[in-house]
T-cell receptor, first 117, second 110 residues
Framework: DVKVTQSSRYLVKRTGEKVFLECVQDMDHENMFWYRQDPGLGLRLIYFSYDVKMKEKGDIPEGYSVSREKKERFSLILESASTNQTSMYLC????????????????FGPGTRLTVL | SQQGEEDPQALSIQEGENATMNCSYKTSINNLQWYRQNSGRGLVHLILIRSNEREKHSGRLRVTLDTSKKSSSLLITASRAADTASYFCATVTSYDKVIFGPGTSLSVIP
């Protein structure tokens, strides 16, 4: 059974703290993604990675950084958490599909609901 | 900016009716995908349509793609209460970048 796991379901942090969100997939996927989901705004792409040590900015990268040292693990880092980063964070992975017109379906983790006080 | 935009934002129908949701996008795509999200849960992939396809079926789902109009539609036939969820379209552009729209909230009334 394929699986994408995220380190925490719920997380409460204080303004200014450094926050790490971890995502692990066991499908040997090349591509991994971090989104945040807010009411009325849907999913917005923060960063994605198409290979180890490779990263691309999404639509809202400000205030975030990422790390992909191993193929199965993609970390999202909030260097100094702020209250406007309170949100649901979703990680996803997919196989690379450049030879077949883009990747196939994305597999999502259960999400981490982060509250910054 | 959002690549995909769903329309309508919210839809309420009676059980047994058909539900149609639309998605428009701005740039060229490799493929377009539809996902469902039940309240408080992760997203589940429903169907994928490639840029060289015009229509695709999966059970009670029918997806169309018009690349000249940069739009897609998702039709759910004979809706059930269990179809109540949010539905998102996602466009896949170059370098495997995936962008989601804001979603359509569907309520199916028993």
């Amino acid at each position: 059974d394929v699986k994408v796991t995220q380190s925490s379901r719920y997380l409460v942090k204080r303004t200014g703290e450094k926050v790490f969100l971890e995502c692990v997939q066991d499908m040997d996927h090349e591509n991994m993604f971090w989104y945040r989901q807010d009411p009325g705004l849907g999913l917005r792409l923060i960063y994605f990675s198409y290979d180890v040590k490779m990263k691309e900015k999404g639509d809202i990268p400000e205030g975030y950084s990422v790390s992909r040292e191993k193929k199965e693990r993609f970390s999202l880092i909030l260097e100094s958490a702020s209250t406007n980063q309170t949100s649901m964070y979703l990680c996803a992975s997919t196989s690379s599909g450049r030879a077949v017109q883009g990747p196939n379906e994305q597999f999502f983790g259960p999400g981490t609901r982060l509250t910054v006080l | 900016s959002q690549q995909g935009e769903e329309d309508p934002q919210a839809l309420s129908i009676q059980e047994g009716e058909n539900a149609t949701m639309n998605c428009s996008y701005k740039t060229s795509i490799n493929n377009l995908q539809w996902y469902r999200q039940n309240s408080g849960r992760g997203l589940v992939h429903l169907i994928l349509i490639r840029s060289n396809e015009r229509e695709k079926h999966s059970g009670r789902l029918r997806v169309t793609l018009d690349t000249s109009k940069k739009s897609s539609s998702l039709l759910i036939t004979a809706s059930r209460a269990a179809d109540t969820a949010s539905y998102f379209c996602a466009t896949v552009t170059s370098y495997d970048k995936v962008i989601f729209g804001p979603g359509t909230s569907l309520s199916v009334i028993p």
